[in-house]
C-alpha cells in the first residue's frame, strides 16, 4: 500500500468507518427502529415530527440519516433533506431564513420508490437540536406548525430537558437507550476483526465498562489505544488508561486515604496539586472516587457519612462545569472529606440543616 | 540541551526544537514520534497545566511530521467577516506551509464563528495531490480550547467529523475538565503534566552551565519551589532573580512578578487585620491587579494558596471552602471585583471568629 | 403577511393523508374545543353582541388557545377569513419595526364592503420584547375602531402589565380528564386504533392536560405498535416516550427507603440502564413524596435537595454523581425525619 492510500485509511475515524447504513442496522434501539421501518413500510407519509434524544454514541444521527435513506431515493436526497446542526449558525435568523427557505421550497411530483410512494414532504434533521437558544426554538415551534403538510422536522438531541416543551409537544418522542455490554461487545469484537487489533474479551468488557454506553467513545478509546502499539500486537489495559485520560489507581488511593487514614490536610493538598500538575482531569477524579465508594465491600465510611460526601462531591462536579477552578474545587471536597471522616456523631452537622 | 537562536530569555533560548532534545516526558516522545513515524496522527487534545511544555511539544510534533518547513512561521493579522450582522474580528495567526495557528477565544463573543472559518478556510486548501505528498493533511493548532463557549466547541466538534480527511486538529488545553465530553472523545488525549520537581532543578541547573554562571543547589531548590511546578516561570524567576543580584545570596529571596508579590502581600494584610477599613484597603488592591488586566482566577489562586500557607492547618477546610464558593461564583458571574471582595469579608469573618475562639480556650484554661 | 388557514371547515377525514394528527384534529368550530366551555360560550356571546374586546388568551400549551381563536375567526368572518384575519408569531421578526409597519399597513386599510372590525393575532406574544410590546400598546389604541387584537402566550406575566389591562384575559388551563379521554376515543376510532382503556389513561396521566403531547405520543406509540398487531397497552404507551411508569417509581422509592446505600445505588444505575432518565425519576419522584407525611424540617431539606440534583442534571453533567446524591439525599432525608421525631416526642 503506498503512503496515500495508507494514510487515508489509516486516518478514517471507525466511527465514521463502522457507521450503520441502514435502520435495521442500528443496534439496539428496538422501539425506536421498529415503528421507522413501520413507516417507511408504508411510504413514509404518516411520519410525525420525530425528536430523537438520549445520551451521546447511541445511534441517534445514524438512525436519522438512514431513515431518510430509505424513503428517498438517492437521486433527489439533497433537494429533500436539509441537514442543520451546532456548526452552523444559530440564532433567530437561522430559523427564519435557511429554514423557511428550504420548507418553502416547492416539491417535485411524487415518485415511487421500490412500490411505494415516495412522500411529498422534505425533512429537516437539526443536529443537536438542545444547543438551539430557546429564542431559536420559539421561533421553530411555529414554523413546524406552518409548513408541516410539507416538511417534517428531525431534532436529535442529548438532553430533551434542553428543549422547551411546546417543542418537544409537537414531536413524536423517541428516547435512545445506552447500549448493554452484550451489544457493544459484539460491535467491537467485529470491528477489532476487521481492522486486525489484538485485543482480549476482558479488555473489551472494561473499555464498554468505562464508556457506559456510548459506542462512539468506546470505539474512539479502542482506536486510539490501538495506535499506541504496533500494528498487530495486543493492547493492554496500560493503553486503555492512556486513551481514556483516566487518573492513575495510585493517586485516587492517596487521595481516599489522606482523607480518610491519614486525616492530613496537608497529604490533600499535596494528592490535589499533583492531579492537577499532571493534567488528570477532576471530574474524572470524583467519578472514580465514587466508583470507589459505592464498590461492593467499601466499609471505610458508614451511610450517612457516604451520602454527605456524595451529595458534596455531586455539588463540586456541577461547579466544575460551571468553569470553576479545579484545584480550589478538589482541595474544597478533600477538606470536606476529612470532616465527614471525622464525625461519627451530630448526624444533622453532616448535612448543614 | 542547546541553545538556539530565538531569543535572549532563557525559557525560549532552551526550548527545544526536537523532540530528541527534550529533557523529559520521554513516554510521550515515543509515542508522538510513532505517530509521526505512520504518517497517521488522529485529532490531538494536548492537556496540562501551564508550563508543562505544551507548546513546545507541539512544534517539536509538526517539525517531525512536516520537517523544518515547519518551523518558518510567519505572523498575520488578519480580519475575519463573520457573523450575521457581518462583523469584522481581528485576529493574530500563526503559519507555515502546513499549517496554522491560532487562539480563538481572542475573539470572544465570536470564537465560535472563527473556529468554523479557521477549519474551512484550512480545509479548502488542501493539497490537490494527495499522493504526491508525504502527509496529505494539513494541521490546525488551536490555542487555550478549554476558554472557548460550550457553543464553539459544539461546533468544534461537528466541523472536526466533517473536514477529518484533509485537515487535522491539534488541539491545546490547560484543563481537560472544561473540555465538553464529545470532544474528549473525538481526539486522541495527550497528557503533558508538569515536569517533577526533580526534572525542574535538573533543567534549571543546565542552563546555567549552558549560561555558564554558577547556581548552588540550594538556590537552585528555592526556585523550584517557588515556581510550583511550572517550568516557564520557574526559568524566567531564576533569570530575573539573576538580574537583581549574582552571585546568589545566602539568603535571596526567588524573583516573582510583582502581582504575585501584591497577592502575597493581601494574604497577610488579611491575616493581620479583619476590620471594614482593612477591607476597603484589600478591595484597593483587588482593583490594581485587575485594571493591569491579572486574571481574576489567578488572584484567587495565588490568595487562597498564601492563605493556606500561612493560618493555621485548623482553619484550613473553612478556607477552602469558601475560596471554593467564591471563586465558583466568580466564574459565573460579571463583576469580579464584587467577589473577590466578598472573599475577603468572608475569610475576614472566619478567621476572626477562629482567632477569637482560641482566644477564649485560652482564658477558660486559665 | 397574512398566513393562510390551513384547514378551512374541511372535514378532517377527507384532509389529506400526510397529516400528522395534531393538525388533522385541530377543532374547527367552537363547539369543538374541549373544557372551556365556559369561555368559548362568553366568547360567542361577545361575537353575537358585536361587543368583542381585545383578547389575551394564556396558559400551558397544548390547551386550545390557538384553536379557539381560529374558530372564533371563523364563525366571525367565514369565506372572508383571509382578507379579515392577521397572523403574526414568534417565528416572525418580532422587533418595534414589524409592530409599526407591518401591523400598521393592516390595521388601516379598510375593506370597501364591509363592516365590522378586523382580527389581528398574535400568538406566542411573551416572546416579543417589552419594547416591541409597548409600541404595540399605542397602536392597539391608535386603531381600536376597526381593528381586534388577540394575544396568545404561555406566561402572562411577560406581557407588560399596559398591554394586560387593554385586554379581556382569558385563562386556558390543562384541559380536563374526561374531555380528553372522550376526544382520544374518538379519533381512536377514525383513525383505527385499537386501545386498551389504561392506555388511554396513560396518555392522559403523561400528557398533564396537553392534547397536542397527547396525540403526539398516541401517534407515535401507534407507529410502534402497529407492527405487533395488537392493542396497544398503557406499558407500550410508557415504553415509547421512555416515561418511567408509576411501577417502576413505587420501585424506585421502595429502594430509595429501605435498601442499603450501596444495593440502591446499583439498582438504581440498572434503571437508568434500561433507557430511563434521572430528571424523569426525580420529577415523579417528587410528585409522590409532596404526598407523604414527613416531618417539616425533613421535608424542607429533601425539596430543596432534589431542587440542587434537578439543577445540575440540567447542565448536562454525567449521571453517575447525581444519581448516588440522590440516594444520599434520601438516607439524610430519613435520618432528619427520624432526629426530628424524637426531637418533638423529647
Not at chain 3, 235 to 247: I, M
Request: net charge neutral; hydrophobic share 40%; aromatic share 6%.
Amino acid at each position: 500500500m503506498d503512503i496515500g492510500d495508507r494514510a487515508s485509511v489509516l486516518s478514517t475515524p471507525w466511527v465514521e468507518k463502522y457507521r450503520p447504513v441502514k435502520i435495521k442496522d442500528v443496534a439496539h434501539q428496538t422501539e425506536v427502529v421498529a415503528a421507522l421501518e413501520q413507516a417507511v413500510e408504508r411510504g413514509g407519509g404518516n411520519l410525525p415530527h420525530l425528536l430523537f434524544y438520549g445520551p451521546p454514541g447511541t445511534g441517534k444521527t445514524s438512525l436519522a440519516l438512514a431513515l431518510v435513506r430509505e424513503i428517498f431515493p438517492k437521486e433527489i436526497l439533497s433537494q429533500r433533506v436539509l441537514e442543520l446542526n451546532a456548526s452552523d449558525e444559530r440564532g433567530i435568523r437561522v430559523v427564519r431564513e435557511k429554514i423557511k427557505g428550504f420548507a418553502q421550497g416547492a416539491v417535485g411530483q411524487a415518485k415511487v420508490k421500490d412500490g411505494k410512494t415516495i412522500p411529498s414532504f422534505k425533512v429537516i434533521i437539526l443536529d443537536e437540536a438542545d444547543a438551539v437558544t430557546g429564542e431559536a426554538q420559539t421561533a421553530l415551534r411555529r414554523t413546524m406548525e406552518t409548513y408541516s403538510t410539507v416538511t417534517r422536522f428531525v431534532l436529535i438531541c442529548n438532553y430533551i430537558s434542553r428543549i422547551i416543551a411546546p417543542l418537544a409537544s409537537r414531536c413524536a418522542k423517541f428516547r435512545f437507550q445506552p447500549l448493554p455490554t452484550e451489544v457493544s461487545f459484539n460491535r467491537l469484537s467485529m470491528i477489532c476483526k476487521s481492522e486486525q487489533v489484538t485485543a482480549s474479551e476482558d479488555l473489551l468488557k472494561l473499555i464498554i465498562t468505562r464508556t457506559n454506553g456510548d459506542l462512539r467513545k468506546a470505539l474512539m478509546t479502542l482506536q486510539s489505544a490501538s495506535r499506541m502499539v504496533p500494528h498487530g500486537s495486543e493492547i493492554g489495559d496500560k493503553e486503555i488508561a492512556l486513551a481514556s485520560g483516566e487518573v492513575p489507581q495510585e493517586l485516587l488511593e492517596r487521595f481516599r486515604s489522606a482523607m480518610f487514614a491519614d486525616s492530613s490536610f496537608e497529604n490533600v493538598q499535596s494528592v490535589v496539586d499533583d492531579v492537577v500538575l499532571g493534567g488528570y482531569p477532576a471530574d474524572g477524579l470524583l467519578h472514580q472516587l465514587c466508583d470507589l465508594l459505592v464498590e461492593e465491600d467499601y466499609a471505610e465510611l458508614d451511610e450517612l457519612q457516604k451520602s454527605a460526601l456524595i451529595m458534596k462531591m455531586a455539588r463540586a462536579e456541577s461547579c466544575l462545569a460551571d468553569g470553576a477552578s479545579e484545584r480550589l474545587q478538589l482541595l474544597d471536597v478533600g477538606a470536606r472529606g476529612m470532616y465527614i471522616s471525622k464525625s461519627r456523631e451530630n448526624s444533622s452537622s453532616l448535612f448543614k440543616v | 540541551m542547546k541553545p538556539n537562536n530565538r531569543g535572549l530569555l532563557w525559557v525560549d533560548k532552551y526550548r527545544p526544537g526536537t523532540l530528541d532534545e527534550m529533557d523529559f516526558h520521554l513516554e510521550l516522545k515515543e509515542r508522538l514520534e510513532g505517530m509521526a513515524q505512520r504518517a497517521d496522527i488522529p485529532h490531538l487534545l494536548f492537556h496540562g497545566p501551564p508550563g508543562s511544555g505544551k507548546r513546545t511539544r507541539v512544534s517539536c510534533l509538526l517539525r517531525l511530521i512536516y520537517g523544518p518547513a515547519a518551523e518558518k512561521l510567519k505572523v498575520e493579522h488578519r480580519s475575519f467577516k463573520v457573523g450575521d450582522p457581518p462583523k469584522e474580528i481581528e485576529m493574530t495567526i500563526l503559519s507555515s506551509i502546513h499549517h496554522i495557528e491560532a487562539n480563538p477565544s481572542d475573539a470572544g463573543f465570536s470564537d465560535r464563528l472563527i473556529v468554523q472559518e479557521l477549519i474551512k478556510e484550512i480545509a479548502s486548501n488542501a493539497p490537490l495531490d494527495v499522493t504526491a505528498v508525504r502527509v496529505p493533511f494539513k494541521v490546525i493548532v488551536l490555542h487555550e480550547v478549554d476558554s472557548l463557549s460550550r457553543t464553539a466547541q459544539q461546533a468544534l466538534r461537528r466541523t472536526m467529523e466533517k473536514y477529518s480527511r484533509t485537515c487535522r486538529l491539534i488541539l491545546m488545553a490547560d484543563s481537560l475538565t472544561k473540555i465538553i465530553e464529545p470532544l474528549r472523545s473525538r481526539c486522541n488525549l495527550v497528557r503533558v503534566p508538569s515536569p517533577s520537581e526533580k526534572e525542574i532543578c535538573d533543567v534549571l541547573q543546565k542552563v546555567s552551565k549552558e549560561e555558564g554562571f554558577e547556581l548552588p543547589d540550594q538556590f537552585a531548590v528555592k526556585v523550584t519551589k517557588a515556581c510550583s511546578r511550572n517550568l516557564r516561570r520557574g526559568l524566567l524567576q531564576l533569570q530575573s532573580s539573576k538580574m537583581d543580584n549574582y552571585p546568589f545570596a545566602e539568603d535571596q529571596p526567588v524573583s516573582r512578578a510583582d502581582w504575585e508579590l501584591v497577592c502575597i502581600d493581601i494574604a497577610s494584610l488579611l491575616m493581620r487585620e479583619q476590620s471594614n477599613k482593612r477591607l476597603l484597603l484589600v478591595r484597593t488592591r483587588f482593583y490594581e491587579l485587575l485594571t493591569h488586566a491579572i486574571p481574576a482566577d489567578a488572584i484567587f489562586e495565588s490568595v487562597t494558596m498564601e492563605l493556606l500557607r500561612s493560618a493555621d492547618q485548623e482553619i484550613a477546610p473553612a478556607i477552602c471552602e469558601c475560596a471554593a464558593e467564591y471563586e465558583h461564583r466568580l466564574r459565573q458571574g460579571q463583576k469580579a471585583i464584587i467577589h473577590l471582595e466578598a472573599f475577603a469579608a468572608r475569610f475576614m469573618q472566619i478567621y476572626k471568629e477562629y482567632i477569637d475562639n482560641q482566644y477564649s480556650m485560652l482564658i477558660d484554661d486559665d | 403577511m397574512v398566513v393562510k388557514m390551513e384547514v378551512d371547515g374541511k372535514d378532517p377525514k377527507a384532509v389529506k393523508k400526510d397529516l400528522m394528527w395534531i393538525e388533522k384534529y385541530r377543532p374547527t368550530s367552537m363547539d369543538d374545543v374541549l373544557s372551556h366551555q365556559d369561555t368559548v360560550l362568553t366568547l360567542k356571546k361577545l361575537i353575537d353582541g358585536k361587543r368583542l374586546p381585545h383578547l389575551l388568551f394564556y396558559g400551558p400549551p397544548g390547551t386550545g388557545k390557538t384553536s379557539t381563536i381560529l374558530a372564533c375567526a371563523r364563525e366571525m368572518y367565514g369565506k372572508t377569513l383571509g382578507s379579515m384575519v392577521l397572523e403574526l408569531n414568534a417565528s416572525d421578526d418580532r422587533g418595534i419595526n414589524v409592530v409599526r409597519d407591518q401591523i400598521k399597513t393592516f390595521a388601516s386599510t379598510k375593506r370597501i364592503f364591509s363592516s365590522g372590525v378586523k382580527l389581528i393575532i398574535l400568538d406566542e406574544a411573551d416572546a416579543m420584547t417589552s419594547a416591541a410590546q409597548m409600541a404595540l400598546r399605542r397602536v392597539i389604541e391608535k386603531y381600536t375602531q376597526n381593528t381586534r387584537f388577540c394575544m396568545i402566550c404561555n406566561y402572562v406575566n411577560k406581557i407588560i402589565p399596559a398591554l394586560q389591562s387593554r385586554c379581556t384575559r382569558f385563562r386556558f388551563g390543562p384541559l380536563k380528564r374526561e374531555d380528553l379521554i372522550a376526544r382520544l376515543g374518538e379519533i381512536c376510532k377514525i383513525e383505527n386504533v385499537s386501545i386498551e382503556d389504561e392506555a388511554i389513561s396513560a396518555l392522559v396521566d403523561l400528557s398533564e392536560g396537553d392534547m397536542r403531547k397527547c396525540l403526539n405520543i398516541l401517534q407515535s406509540t401507534d407507529m410502534a405498535e402497529a407492527a405487533k398487531n395488537g392493542r396497544i397497552t398503557a406499558a407500550a404507551v410508557y415504553a415509547n416516550t421512555g416515561n418511567p411508569t408509576p411501577a417502576e417509581i413505587e420501585e424506585c422509592l421502595q429502594w430509595l427507603l429501605n435498601d442499603d446505600f450501596n444495593t440502591c445505588s446499583r439498582k438504581l444505575s440498572g434503571l437508568l440502564e434500561k433507557g430511563l432518565a434521572l430528571s424523569d425519576i426525580i420529577r415523579e419522584i417528587h410528585k409522590f413524596m409532596m404526598l407523604s407525611s414527613l416531618p417539616t424540617k425533613a421535608r424542607i431539606f429533601l425539596y430543596k435537595e432534589l431542587g440542587e440534583i434537578e439543577f445540575m442534571l440540567s447542565k448536562g453533567v454525567h449521571e453517575k454523581l447525581p444519581l448516588n446524591a440522590l440516594v444520599g439525599v434520601f438516607k439524610a432525608t430519613a435520618m432528619l425525619a427520624v432526629e426530628e421525631g424524637q426531637g418533638a416526642t423529647g
